[in-house]
């Protein structure tokens, strides 16, 4: 029978030899962990990257709509601008109207007789009034749309 030779050379090769396994399986341990955790980092990664992509694709459609609702907006107040330019001149051209009406009125006040008078001064109120309240209503439409634009000017993203 051959007895080993334990020799302290011997022993320590083995132990050195041990050492290099433990290092070796704890090097692989450590190579294993830190690789499925960059697999983990890399998926939630290009998750990420999908959920932005995503993200970016609704605000651009947002924006559009918002954007397309922007141009409706101001399409709606341009129309209505120029009806309220066709209803200030048309405002205009009554007044001058009656100012002529008035002068002619005033011309005309000692030929007619009292009751004729009276009855002019009359009409001449009621369409006096109906001018006021026509311009106090478009006066105040006006004041709406200004609002709105400045609303929808400042609400706007730059």
Known sequence: MNIPDFTPQSLLMKVIAW???????IGSLWATANHFENVGYEKRKAEDTVQLNKDLI????????????????????????QKL????????????????????????????????????VDTLSDVLGECTSRYTEVAGKADAYAADLKMMQEAWPK
């Open 58 to 81: 609704a605000a651009k459609t947002k924006t559009a709509a918002l954007q397309t609702q922007l141009d409706e907006a101001q399409n709606v107040l341009n129309l209505q601008k």
């Open 19 to 25: 050492l290099a396994v433990i290092a070796i399986v």
């Open 85 to 120: 330019a066709a209803i200030n001149a048309r405002n205009v051209e009554l007044s001058n109207s009656l100012r002529q009406q008035l002068a002619t009125f005033n011309a005309g006040l000692s030929n007619d007789s009292k009751q004729t008078l009276i009855s002019r």
